[in-house]
């Protein structure tokens, strides 16, 4: 009879849970009575109603099991009694792997539903966090961190992209406004207030950039970005790698600190702001010594303190609001939001139930950047489609990016008649300038950037030579017709094979590239177009209907695409994207 | 007056009772300090929402949110099952009651009004422990997750309850046999020595997990928490 013996990352994870273990991860441990009332808190669970194992306790038992079995008296006695147990192969990690990350979103919604005080969320994080140490992580996560870890953002932004992106955001409003006074400060020491952000608004929102500008241009703000330290966002928080999270803390804190900025003012990010507010000083060990806080309240305050001025007639739809659970369970982030957006929208109707109790967008817990998860997630965001129908709101508001791309995700997915928004988007679109504007009305905030005016928009691509890729002839005509009138050249091509072929003869100033395709599907072709010295240049933005390949494409050992824009595709949206990116080429050279 | 002397047997399972509960208040020290020997935590951040709330608000409205079925989701549309669980907790009171005063004082036991309250608390703890582990049983997610401790545990507590009902009853003089009360005894001996290393002991921990959990999310601003 053999004898089973440990795997060496399994020995590891044992050693690292005996440092991880505080009195009140003990108590969370020990508490637990397998009572089952936190079963039906959990939207895994009520969406999968035939599956056990999405109980909540279920998970936290993943680790209580290894606990008992190394830590609690019973347990090492009488493993059987009380179900204690180490994973023993690295097969066993990977199973353990696909719970902890794959069937939990960290929401926190079953600790608030738990008599005894257990928070699963944060035992479920733990379980990640030994995972991760030994390398047992979704790929997704795995790229993340790393990017964040060696990058310095989790979207491996390099300095030039994000600093060409600030001067983009400011000369549009250059444009916009007929001066310069609200450009973007880049490291401006002494300014009282620093901006954080998210590096997916430089990488896919950049118009988040351009209004929060305004809003600071508005208040009269002393403020700046930094060129480093800007990303408030934290992998750690999601891997379970406290080491990570105090990283990406301290490095955000130290640009505050040279700056010597009263206030750290964080971008409407749920887990950012959980992670820079909440957790990073504990996870770094420092005490920082300036006020944090969200974006929210800083909108807030300037419209209390009549700083800005706004008018909420400019946003009539219906609009309802989606709790973060990052700052609303995590953060205690309730009523703020609310506040602020009955200030700037004048329907908002309440989405039930809320606040603390609000299910998860689906897309928490670094969940969006799991792709072998899809289905699951989008399975449990029914219960979410189910909450914003049930509104009838045209717009869903949320102060998280992470919530943005997972409600983008569901809406699309449950073909729900609604768009998603963050406040400073609103705050923009109401804000109401004593200046006269150069442009006749607001930009329309549903585009990634103004629209171009109809005078410019045919001139917007005018001379570019633009390889258009898709197998579905609706797609290549509608892109086709779209970027013809605004000045391009198209070349059209139906697979990976005919694409590579009429770049390497015509040299395309851009390619939109298309991921599921029959032969050569766009994943190959966009690896081979990078490989090539013929093409590696050639700008490329994926159009794509599977948001969810992001990951796939992101992963490849090539640079990632210079635009990543999921279908359908809203022409001005489109026109403006490819635009930016040839400006931005140009300006490189 | 009591009705009955208590027999040699009766005395010497007292003592063990006795002894038993002294075991158990050794072992749940030592779970104490074992508990404190693990590393405490500081939140280093500044606080979250003074106007909203303070660490000690937090912590309190966490010790109390056990009075308060409305407070979570769980147990507002739960009300069934916190009903149950009163009725149960309501039993182990009336069951430590019963073990201590029988030694103690028994003639307070003897009071009709005391023995007939007893009894209906033991008895309704009873039929609620068949119900837990009838529900524990049929559940799959509750069988998924429980182990031999845990139907151990609820089993235990359910044939203390009936057999506390029994004793009272001898005590009460509506049953003339000193073994119900030697046999509760025992059983409840048997409980004391068995709590500590079983998940019984949730009632040590809980209030440290409580006011832990609702210290850390009061500094944070999120309890007591609102909801809508
Ligand atoms: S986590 Fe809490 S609610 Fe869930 S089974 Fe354990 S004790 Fe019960
Ligand atoms: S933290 Fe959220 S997703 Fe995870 S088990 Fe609890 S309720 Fe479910």
Same mark, same amino acid.
């Given at each position: ?68 079995? &190394? ?30 990350? +794959? ?36 790929? +997704? ?36 406004? +007929? ?15 620093? @901006? ?20 600071? @241009? ?37 640009? #505050? ?7 750290? #003012? ?35 305050? @300037? ?50 139930? &809320? ?40 717009? #869903? ?49 549903? %585009? ?20 258009? %890729? ?25 697979? +990976? ?93 | ?228």
């Amino acid at each position: 009879m053999s004898v089973q013996v440990k795997s060496h990352k399994v020995k590891v994870m044992e050693e690292l849970l005996a440092k991880k273990l505080t009195r009140q991860v003990v108590a969370s441990l020990v508490g637990c009575v397998h009572c089952g009332m936190c079963h039906e808190s959990c939207h895994y669970v009520l969406t999968n109603p035939d599956d056990p194992t999405y109980t909540p306790s279920y998970k936290a038992d993943q680790l209580r099991k290894i606990f008992k079995a &190394n830590h609690d008296w019973t347990g090492r006695v009488f493993p059987w009694w009380v179900k204690a147990s180490t994973p023993m192969t690295d097969d066993d990690l990977e199973a353990l792997k696909d719970i902890a990350f +794959g069937k939990c979103t960290n929401c926190r919604r079953c600790t608030f539903n738990c008599p005894m005080g257990v928070d699963t969320a944060t035992l479920n994080r733990i379980t990640r966090g030994l995972l991760s140490a030994v390398g047992v992580m979704p790929e +997704g996560v795995r790229v993340v961190s790393k990017d964040q870890w060696e990058i310095g953002n989790q979207m491996g932004v390099l300095k030039e992209d994000y600093l060409d992106t600030l001067e983009w955001m400011s000369e549009e409003l250059e444009d916009e406004l +007929g001066h310069d006074r609200a450009a973007i400060p880049v490291d401006k020491k002494g300014a009282k207030v620093v @901006y954080a952000i998210n590096p997916r608004e430089v990488k896919y929102d950049p118009r988040t950039i351009k209004n929060a500008a305004l809003i600071f @241009y508005a208040a009269g703000e002393d403020w700046t970005m930094t060129t480093e330290g800007w990303d408030q966002t934290n992998f750690g928080l999601f891997s379970g790698d406290d080491q990570l999270g105090g990283i990406c803390g301290k490095r955000v804190y130290e640009k #505050v600190a040279e700056i010597g900025a009263e206030r750290l #003012v964080i971008s409407e990010c749920g887990h950012g702001f959980r992670s820079t507010r909440c957790e990073a000083p504990n996870w770094a060990g420092v005490d920082v010594g300036f006020i944090m806080e969200s974006s929210v309240i800083t909108m807030l305050r @300037y419209v209390k303190e009549g700083r800005i001025k706004v008018d909420k007639t400019r946003n009539s739809r219906r609009v309802t609001f989606h709790d973060s659970c990052n700052n609303a369970r995590s953060c205690g982030f309730y009523e703020e939001p609310r506040e602020l957006l009955r200030l700037v929208a004048t329907d908002f109707q309440e989405m039930y139930p &809320n606040r603390a109790e609000n299910y998860c967008c689906t897309g928490g817990g670094g969940a969006m950047s799991m792709s072998e998860y899809t289905p699951r997630r989008l399975k449990s965001a029914k219960l979410k489609a189910d909450q914003i129908a049930a509104t009838g709101a045209e717009v #869903v508001v949320t102060s998280c990016h992470n919530c943005v791309d997972g409600l983008n995700d569901l809406i699309k997915h449950y073909g729900l008649k609604c768009e998603v928004k963050q406040l400073v988007d609103l705050v923009a679109e109401a804000l109401v300038l004593e200046e006269p504007v150069v442009e006749e009305k607001p930009a329309p905030i549903e %585009v990634v950037e103004p629209a171009a005016r109809p005078a410019e928009k045919a001139a917007a691509l005018a001379g570019r030579r633009i390889l258009v %890729v898709d197998d579905e002839e609706d797609v290549r005509t509608f892109l086709t017709a779209v970027l013809e009138d605004a000045g391009a050249t198209i070349l059209p091509a139906k697979d +990976g094979d005919e694409a590579l072929a009429v770049a390497m003869r015509e040299k395309p100033d851009i390619i939109t590239l298309d991921l599921s395709m029959p032969g050569k599907d766009g994943v190959e072709a966009f690896v081979e177009f990078r490989k090539s010295p013929e093409t590696e240049n050639i700008p490329i933005c994926i159009v794509t209907g599977h948001p969810e390949f992001r990951k796939v494409i992101y992963d490849r050992p090539v640079p990632p695409p210079e635009g990543y824009m999921d279908k359908p595709v809203q022409e001005e949206k489109l026109v403006d994207n490819l635009r930016r990116i040839l400006e931005l080429k140009d300006r490189k050279g | 007056m009591p009705q009955h002397e208590p027999s040699t047997l009766l005395s010497t399972v007292e003592i063990i009772h006795w002894l038993a509960l002294a075991f158990m208040a050794l072992v749940y020290t030592i779970r104490l300090f074992w508990l404190f020997s693990f590393r405490g935590t500081k939140d280093r951040q500044p606080p979250g929402n003074l106007k909203q709330s303070t660490p000690m608000k937090g912590a309190i409205y966490s010790l109390g949110n056990v009075a308060m079925p409305w407070a979570m989701e769980s147990t507002r549309r739960g009300w069934l099952f916190y009903l149950s669980f009163v009725i149960f907790h309501l039993g182990v009171v009336a069951g430590i009651s019963l073990a201590f005063l029988s030694s103690l004082d028994r003639s307070l036991l003897e009071i009709p009004a005391v023995s007939t309250v007893m009894m209906v608390m033991l008895g309704a703890a009873f039929a609620v422990g068949v119900g837990r582990i009838i529900r524990r049983i049929v559940t799959p997610y509750l069988r998924l997750i429980s182990s031999p401790d845990d139907y151990f545990s609820v089993i235990l507590l359910t044939v203390w309850f009936l057999v506390g009902v029994f004793a009272q009853a001898y005590i009460a003089g509506k049953l003339d046999n000193e073994m119900f009360l030697v046999v509760y005894l025992l059983n409840t001996s048997f409980f004391l020595v068995y709590v500590p290393f079983s998940k019984i002991s949730h009632y040590l921990y809980y209030p440290f997990a409580r006011f832990w959990i609702g210290r850390t999310l009061g500094h944070r601003g999120s309890f007591p928490y609102s909801r809508g």
